[in-house]
Antibody
Framework: EVQLLESGGGLVQPGGSLRLSCAAS????????MNWVRQAPGKGLEWVSG????????YYADSVKGRFTISRDNSRNTLYLQMNSLRAEDTAVYYC????????WGQGTLVTVSS | DIVMTQSPDSLAVSLGERATINCKSS????????????LAWYQQKPGQSPKLLIY???TRESGVPDRFSGSGSGTDFTLTISSLQAADVAVYYC?????????FGQGTKLEIK
């Protein structure tokens, strides 16, 4: 059974940093593109970042480029999102999702950026 | 970036009736070398994570009821629910994976009339 379990969310002040993790199981993690998608309170889905399984190429939405870094550890079946210079508008539930068409999603972790 | 625009923003349909949601991309998401449309549809119910319904524009994900169908090509796509059930009340999103920077539509809220 495929499982994705996010962790690392919480309350952080503007300008602060946070690292999210997504522990994956039930599939061959190393060969799949993995994504972070966020959803601000009461809003729609926004793709944040993706990382390919084949060569670990990384891609970012313009809204987070230069502030967020996606990475993966295939030996630990874990996806990460390092978030720096956080802003109030980064407040959202952050989901990890498997593959280009996102066939599996985690339950999400809430990030709140507030003073 | 490819901009995805859904219509309508909200929709109320009677039980048993057909529901149709449209999605338009700012550029074609049809890859000519394999003739595939890089377009997916998702359902999100309140308090839940999104669920994949359709990929390659018209391929139904395993376990998705056959009342859900996807159609279209190039820049214009449609999600159709043939006979609306109470369990289908949700927000529906389209998403393109043609470019390496994926994008979602703004969502369509489906309610019972």
């Amino acid at each position: 059974e495929v499982q994705l379990l996010e962790s690392g969310g919480g309350l952080v002040q503007p300008g602060g940093s946070l690292r999210l993790s997504c522990a994956a199981s039930g599939f061959t993690f190393s060969i799949y593109t993995m994504n972070w998608v966020r959803q601000a309170p009461g809003k729609g889905l926004e793709w944040v970042s993706g990382i390919k399984g084949s060569d670990s190429s990384t891609y970012y939405a313009d809204s987070v480029k230069g502030r967020f870094t996606i990475s993966r550890d295939n030996s630990r079946n874990t996806l990460y999102l390092q978030m720096n210079s956080l802003r109030a508008e980064d407040t959202a539930v952050y989901y990890c999702a498997k593959d280009r068409w996102m066939d599996y999603w985690g339950q999400g972790t809430l990030v709140t950026v507030s003073s | 970036d490819i901009v995805m625009t859904q219509s309508p923003d909200s929709l109320a349909v009677s039980l048993g009736e057909r529901a149709t949601i449209n999605c338009k991309s700012s550029q074609s998401v049809l890859y000519s070398s394999n003739n595939k449309n890089y377009l997916a549809w998702y359902q999100q119910k309140p308090g839940q994570s999104p669920k994949l319904l359709i990929y390659w524009a018209s391929t139904r994900e395993s376990g998705v009821p056959d009342r859900f169908s996807g159609s279209g090509s190039g820049t214009d796509f449609t999600l159709t629910i043939s006979s609306l059930q109470a369990a289908d009340v949700a927000v529906y999103y389209c998403q393109q994976y043609y470019s390496n920077s994926y994008t979602f539509g703004q969502g369509t809220k489906l309610e019972i009339k």
